[in-house]
């Protein structure tokens, strides 16, 4: 019952930003875990971020520690996804995800609902 829809995917330079966003509709709930992943071509699924939608806990993958910032906008049911100081390895497919348990995980398995993923492509 849960749709999530990711946008903002773009080319960018490196060194460069971009704001990504997640746009949440159906039956969602205050207390779910949103996180965001990525996938980049031939690779397997990396943890990126992960917020609690209540109380905008956060943590964050070591590779982008300190570059990017997950938040969200409780009035909008959206979260995003602030991108600094792009690197040509982060070039990938960025997925949003929604965890009813709350399980607060960097581990996609325990994720129920995905989006269909914006291209997100930094120039070397």
């Known amino acids: 019952q849960v749709q999530l829809v990711e946008s903002g995917g773009r080319l960018v330079q490196a060194g460069g930003s971009l704001r990504l966003s997640c746009a949440a509709s159906?039956?969602?709930?205050?207390?779910?875990?949103m996180g965001w992943f990525r996938q980049a071509p031939g690779k397997e699924r990396e943890f990126v971020a992960v917020i609690n939608w209540s109380t905008a806990y956060t943590y964050y993958a070591d590779s982008v520690k300190g570059r990017f910032t997950i938040s969200r906008d409780n009035a909008k049911n959206t979260v995003y996804l602030q991108m600094n100081s792009l690197k040509p390895e982060d070039t990938a497919v960025y997925y949003c995800?929604?965890?009813?348990?709350?399980?607060?995980?960097?581990?996609?398995?325990?994720?129920?609902?995905w989006g269909q993923g914006t291209q997100v492509t930094v120039s070397s």
């Open positions: 159906g039956r969602t709930f205050n207390w779910y875990t």
């Open positions: 995800a929604a965890d009813s348990r709350a399980s607060y995980s960097s581990d996609f398995a325990k994720y129920d609902y």
